[in-house]
C-alpha cells in the first residue's frame, strides 16, 4: 500500500528566506525612522538657534549706538531659552564692527550661534547680520 504524501504548505528553505526578507525589510524601516528622528532633532536645534540670534539682534536693536561696541561677546553658553548656561546646548558669539563700510555712522553687528549635535558643538553654526545706522 501506497502512502500518498500532502506537499502543500512551506519547507524549512522557504520559511528561512521569508524571515530574512522580512527583517531585512523591517530593519531597513526602523533605520529610516532613526534617520528621520535625528534629522528633526537637528532641524529643531537650528530653529532654536537661528531663534537666539535673531533675539539676541533684536535686544542690541533697543541699545544707544554709543554702546555697541560693549555688546560684544565670545563663547557665551546658552539653553534653549537664551538664559546664560555653562551647561547650555548653545553657544554664542557677538561680532560688532564700527565705522562699518568706511562711514562712522553704520555699524555691523554679526551674530553666531552653534549648537550641540550628537553631544558635540556642530561645524556649521548659525550666523545672522544686521547693520545699524546712528540718525
Known amino acids: 500500500?501506497?502512502?500518498?504524501?500532502?506537499?502543500?504548505?512551506?519547507?524549512?528553505?522557504?520559511?528561512?528566506?521569508?524571515?530574512?526578507?522580512?527583517?531585512?525589510?523591517?530593519?531597513?524601516?526602523?533605520?529610516?525612522?532613526?534617520?528621520?528622528?535625528?534629522?528633526?532633532?537637528?532641524?529643531?536645534?537650528?530653529?532654536?538657534?537661528?531663534?537666539?540670534?535673531?533675539?539676541?539682534?533684536?535686544?542690541?536693536?533697543?541699545?544707544?549706538?554709543?554702546?555697541?561696541?560693549?555688546?560684544?561677546?565670545?563663547?557665551?553658553?546658552?539653553d534653549k531659552e537664551g538664559n546664560s548656561d555653562p551647561d547650555g546646548g548653545f553657544i554664542r558669539n557677538t561680532t560688532v564692527t564700527t565705522g562699518y563700510n568706511g562711514m562712522a555712522e553704520l555699524t555691523l553687528v554679526t551674530v553666531t550661534v552653534s549648537y550641540k549635535t550628537k553631544g558635540d558643538f556642530t561645524n556649521n553654526p548659525v550666523e545672522v547680520t544686521t547693520v545699524f545706522v546712528n540718525e
Open 1 to 78: 500500500m501506497k502512502i500518498k504524501m500532502n506537499k502543500s504548505g512551506f519547507s524549512l528553505i522557504e520559511l528561512s528566506i521569508a524571515l530574512m526578507v522580512a527583517m531585512i525589510f523591517v530593519l531597513g524601516i526602523f533605520s529610516l525612522y532613526s534617520q528621520s528622528i535625528l534629522s528633526t532633532k537637528k532641524m529643531n536645534q537650528r530653529f532654536i538657534a537661528v531663534n537666539l540670534a535673531k533675539n539676541r539682534l533684536e535686544r542690541m536693536r533697543n541699545f544707544e549706538h554709543s554702546v555697541l561696541p560693549s555688546a560684544s561677546e565670545t563663547d557665551t553658553y546658552l
